[in-house]
């Protein structure tokens, strides 16, 4: 049974960081590609950023370039996503997400529906 389970949320002031974690086990997901999206109240569930293990080629949301980080090590099936300079509209719930078929594709992908297995969410508060 495949699981991903995210960590490191919390609750923490502008200007603050923090430092996502997610685990995966099950099966393996080597160079393959994993991400991060996160759902704020009343909206719906956005991409932040994502990964492709093979070349360690990233992509991220326009609204978090330069303040996050994804990185992990896919052998290891651990991500982690660094986020500085926190504002108050990052505040979420983040999801790790896993797309094992995207051995087979081209690019880093974006969309949720690209993606197989689902976290159940970490809680990020940020106060002004």
């Known amino acids: 049974q495949v699981q991903l389970v995210e960590s490191g949320g919390g609750l923490v002031q502008a200007g603050d960081s923090l430092r996502l974690f997610c685990a995966a086990s099950?099966?393996?997901?080597?160079?393959?590609?994993m991400g991060w999206f996160r759902q704020a109240p009343g909206k719906e569930r956005e991409f932040v950023a994502a990964i492709r293990w093979s070349g360690g080629h990233t992509e991220y949301t326009d609204s978090v370039k330069g303040r996050f980080t994804i990185s992990g090590n896919d052998a290891a099936n651990t991500m982690y996503l660094q986020m500085n300079r926190l504002k108050p509209e990052d505040t979420a719930v983040y999801y790790c997400?896993?797309?094992?078929?995207?051995?087979?594709?081209?690019?880093?992908?974006?969309?949720?529906?690209?993606?197989?297995?689902w976290g159940r969410g970490t809680q990020v508060t940020v106060s002004s």
């Open positions: 997400a896993a797309s094992p078929a995207w051995v087979r594709r081209v690019g880093v992908p974006r969309s949720a529906s690209d993606f197989e297995y």
């Open positions: 099950g099966r393996t997901f080597l160079n393959s590609a």
